[in-house]
């Protein structure tokens, strides 16, 4: 018989149970959260660097808690909303491409559907 090795568990709150990681459900590590509410409140005030850093965070990272901890922080408040204002709602330009690319697409699926030709 050969002994079989037990899996390794990725899932970053079982981790912590061993002390490497501090990080609670729906959230990301709470130091990685202070490093981006150092970041907001700094705003606009920020390097090129420092804005990237954030906004991956904010992007790739953050979850919904994240994002819920931040903008319930008194503090911060009036710099968040503007970060969201300057970085977040707004549409990009590929957003925009994309939305038209589909609008586009669906005008023609419809007249596809309804015999009708387009001068595109």
Do not use: C
Not at 23 to 36: I, Q, Y
Not at 37 to 55: K, N, T, V
Not at 100 to 110: E, F, S, T, Y
């Amino acid at each position: 018989m050969s002994k079989s090795r037990p899996k390794k568990i990725h899932d970053p709150a079982l981790r912590s149970a061993r002390g490497r990681h501090r990080v609670h459900l729906g959230e990301t590590s709470p130091e990685r959260r202070a490093r981006a509410e150092s970041f907001i409140a700094r705003y606009p005030q920020l390097g090129s660097e420092e804005l990237a850093r954030l906004l991956h965070w904010y992007r790739r990272e953050a979850s919904s808690m994240d994002v819920a901890l931040l903008a319930s922080n008194e503090d911060i408040r009036d710099r968040y909303r503007a970060f969201r204002r300057d970085h977040v709602e707004r549409f990009s330009l590929r957003d925009k491409l994309v939305g038209g690319l589909l609008v586009a697409g669906a005008a023609a699926a419809v007249a596809a559907l309804g015999g009708v030709e387009l001068a595109i």
